[in-house]
């Protein structure tokens, strides 16, 4: 066994918060109707969770050292809009990977 104690307590806390976080779920109320205003809320989680997940790829890159890309600023600028007006999830990606393609081309 490498490495400090105190690594080896975190990594087993999460674990088993990991753990708890599902078993409350699947475990205690799996066999249940949710209530509507935590299906409500629940729809929401991949809706925040993405932009979470793409966030700081856009404004810290790891490809520029942490500085703000200009190029990757524009299409995801360029993701929303098209987001926005056409509400078509294809359309939206399909716009940002074309501007940042062309843009990164012209650079």
């Given amino acids: ?4 104690p105190e690594l080896w307590i975190i ?4 674990g088993i918060g990991s753990f708890g976080l599902r078993f409350a779920f699947l475990g205690l109320v799996g066999d249940r109707d ?3 205003w935590l299906l409500r809320h629940l729809r929401y989680t991949a809706v925040a969770i993405l932009p979470a997940l ?3 790829l856009v404004v810290w ?7 703000t890309d200009p190029t990757r600023l524009t299409a995801a600028i ?8 056409t509400k078509n ?8 990977a074309a501007v940042l393609i062309g843009l990164s081309l012209l650079a």
């Fill in 1 to 4: 066994m490498t490495g400090t």
């Fill in 78 to 85: 360029a993701t929303l809009v098209v987001a926005y007006l």
């Fill in 34 to 36: 949710l209530p509507p």
């Fill in 89 to 96: 999830v294809f359309a939206a990606m399909g716009t940002g």
């Fill in 54 to 56: 793409v966030a700081p």
């Fill in 11 to 14: 990594i087993i806390a999460l």
């Fill in 61 to 67: 890159p790891a490809a520029t050292d942490g500085e």
